[in-house]
């Protein structure tokens, strides 16, 4: 059998580099937000026991395109998500990680004009 | 409610080597900027814990068409929107499949890469080349990648 660690020994290495390794976390960090909303949506479409074509109709979309994204093979739009997580009786919600804390509003805040 | 299945192992990540032990796809990795070259990786990698046709890849890998069918692209901007484009072919099947290629399992080949400025589109030259590649990495058995 061939060896195939390679890659892992390869990017272990390029990860060294602060700047990669960054950029690295923070991709997947990105990835998983996306793939956790489609998994989700698809889900929510298996337990309404929707066809991916019978979404795709109620979305006024082609059932081609529909499967396209759920298999990843096209970028999902995020008016396309919206639509199909309404037609599930869902819905897209941002959350912050954490809120920034707002200092109250001081004179100095107003912005003085005329 | 849904029962908790145990998570299929990861795909390996191989890189086709060429005869004159070139490996195109590190070579194209090491010249991005570094930037991009940790994206690719994430989605190589993120790609690898959930392959096809399971949702991953967060919409930067994306099948291919027409007289490129059956190879994968990754997809990344960088700098000035220069696009960078890395190509794969899935290594999927049976285990006396997987066995007289030399794989001990599925994995995701990452044939080479390519960089455009914005707004062009690459050659037919230039997918050729990629073909030629890809069918020569496809023509060995076992398969000939860069190992350790």
Known sequence: MLDTSYHRKRSAQRLLDPELRLEYDRARRELDQINEVMRAL???????????ARLARTI???DAAVRRLF????NPELRTVAAMAAALDAEIRIVPRRRKRRAPATDG?????G | MRSAKAAPKPWDVIYYRASDGSVPASDFLDICPPKVHARFLAVI???AVAPPPRFSGGGYWEA?????????EVRQSGPSREQFRLFCILENGSPEEL?????PG????????MRKPWMTKFSGRDYRRVLDLGTEHLAQYPRRIKES
């Open chain 2, 99 to 103: 066995g007289r290629r030399g794989l």
């Open chain 1, 71 to 74: 298999t990843a093979k096209v």
């Open chain 2, 64 to 72: 291919m068409h027409g007289s490129m069918a059956g190879y994968y």
């Open chain 1, 109 to 113: 805040d107003l912005v003085k004009t």
């Open chain 1, 42 to 52: 698809d889900e929510l479409r298996v337990d309404a026991g929707m066809s991916k």
């Open chain 1, 60 to 62: 006024g979309r082609n």
């Open chain 2, 106 to 113: 599925p994995a995701i080949a990452l044939i080479t890469g």
């Open chain 2, 45 to 47: 990698d993120d790609v």
